[in-house]
């Protein structure tokens, strides 16, 4: 694993490959790279006209490259379904998912079906198009994978589950939560539900002998859009001069910060829940990476998992627990 780079991901000839948030940052990398090693890559992304810039600057960096653009909005679920209906029309099976958009420290708001923003797009919608897409990814002849982009964030924010669920703690979004909302507490609640979920889902598969591994990775510190984004919507604040000059002097390239998910994704022998960094922690070579305790609670997986279903009307029905 030291020293591992894009020139060691294993051919992908022959499999087919969904990119969330793929028409920029790391997204857009681990897509390239992807089609680099042989796979035909589906750029999923909110944008029409940023997705099919990226799919013709792929196309350029990678001559032969198969490559398209699908609409993707996480933070609509009547979008997540039309997507998953329109892959579905195109390819009959699907080989490697990568979770990777997302968003960060952004303002109180909701997503079209009323969730915190951040959660909705996250985990819940990213919830959804999984649980949607299993039956194509159950149709791959060699196995599929499902890589959930996380983040070191995650220990930020805890899921506290209330009576009912935890849509009572204003992490779904629910009565309230706007007057208890804090950004960053609420990004890394998303980041912990990225990794509650992969371990529910590696435990099912497990269970049900299926073929299909769920692991999780990280960034690190890498240059991206989601840092920009927020210290563009917190304008010319200390916080964003510090994430700005921490981006320039500290920050890993955007580049290296792909590494980890494209890691995850294509390793031969990597294992159910695996969590997959940078070695240092904010940088380096990929490894296995700490992770807070509660991302391994089985009760806690078990109940985002159920409200997850319910808030979204996405059942995983053919995977048994």
């Not at 796979?39 to 350029?60: E, H, K, P, Q």
């Not at 958009?101 to 969730?115: H, Q």
């Not at 706007?178 to 889902?201: C, D, I, P, Q």
């Not at 992770?291 to 109940?303: C, H, I, M, S, V």
Request: include cysteine.
């Amino acid at each position: 694993m030291p020293g591992w780079n894009a020139r060691n991901i294993p051919a992908q000839g022959g499999r087919t490959a969904v990119v969330t948030g793929a028409n920029s940052g790391i997204g857009y990398v681990t897509a390239r790279e992807l089609a680099r090693s042989g796979a035909s890559v589906v750029l999923a992304c909110r944008s029409a006209a940023r997705g099919r810039a990226a799919v013709v600057r792929l196309r350029a960096e990678v001559p032969g490259a198969e490559a398209e653009y699908i609409p993707l909005d996480l933070a609509d679920l009547s979008c997540v379904r039309e997507f998953a209906a329109a892959y579905g029309q195109r390819h009959p099976s699907l080989d490697l998912l990568v979770n990777n958009a997302g968003v960060m420290a952004l303002p109180y708001g909701r997503t079209a079906d009323g969730f915190e923003t951040q959660f909705g797009v996250n985990h819940l919608g990213h919830f959804a198009l999984t649980g949607l897409l299993l039956p194509r990814l159950r149709a791959a002849a060699d196995g599929a994978r499902i890589v959930n982009v996380s983040s070191g964030f995650h220990v930020l924010g805890k899921i506290a589950f209330g009576q009912d669920g935890p849509e009572e703690t204003g992490g779904f979004g629910g009565p309230g939560s706007e007057h208890a909302y804090r950004r960053w507490v609420a990004y890394g609640r998303s980041k912990t539900a990225n990794l509650l979920f992969t371990h529910e889902l590696a435990r099912r598969f497990a269970a049900a002998g299926s073929t299909i591994t769920a692991a999780a990775a990280h960034p690190g510190y890498a240059s991206s859009n989601l840092h920009s984004g927020a210290s563009k919507l917190e304008g010319p604040t200390l916080n964003s001069r510090v994430a700005a000059l921490g981006n320039a002097v500290l920050a890993q390239p955007t580049a290296s910060g792909a590494l980890p998910t494209l890691y995850a994704a294509t390793e031969p022998g990597v294992r159910q829940d695996a969590f997959i960094g940078p070695r240092f922690g904010w940088r380096g070579a990929p490894a296995p990476s700490w992770r807070a305790g509660w991302t391994l609670d089985d009760t806690a997986g078990e109940r985002l998992w159920a409200a997850s279903e319910k808030l979204t009307g996405v059942s995983f029905a053919t995977l048994p627990r």
